[in-house]
């Protein structure tokens, strides 16, 4: 069993930047790929970003947070970063991290594992 703990969302205006964070039980952290979703009111949660298991090397982005969001995994400190930069307001959602075991995926379903979540708001 792995249970996720978000944290680091709040409350920003269009342009600026949060950190999430996602922190992990358990001692195998490293053997599970680690990934972003987030969910809007009314729409179905969808793919942000997702991290390889073990060192971490290997990233995917969806094509709309590309070039502004950078995820990365601590696995010392059991946690995996979501940094957004250029916030827009469309990004504003609840963000969900998630874990499954080695692959990485951008299916809802393919993961095990989820936290409860962190809203996100950005203001125009």
């Known amino acids: 069993q792995v249970q996720l703990v978000e944290s680091g969302g709040g409350l920003v205006q269009a342009g600026g930047s949060l950190r999430l964070s996602c922190a992990a039980s358990?001692?195998?952290?490293?053997?599970?790929?680690m990934g972003w979703f987030r969910q809007a009111p009314g729409k179905e949660r969808e793919f942000v970003a997702a991290?390889?298991?073990?060192?971490?090397?290997?990233?995917n982005y969806a094509d709309s947070v590309k070039g502004r969001f950078t995820i990365s995994r601590d696995n010392a400190k059991n946690t995996v970063y979501l940094q957004m930069n250029s916030l827009k307001p469309e990004d504003t959602a609840v963000y969900f991290c998630?874990?499954?075991?080695?692959?990485?995926?951008?299916?809802?379903?393919?993961?095990?594992?989820w936290g409860q979540g962190t809203q996100v708001t950005v203001s125009s």
């Open positions: 358990g001692r195998t952290f490293s053997t599970y790929a």
């Open positions: 991290v390889s298991w073990s060192s971490g090397k290997n990233t």
């Open positions: 998630a874990a499954r075991k080695f692959t990485m995926s951008t299916v809802v379903s393919a993961y095990d594992y």
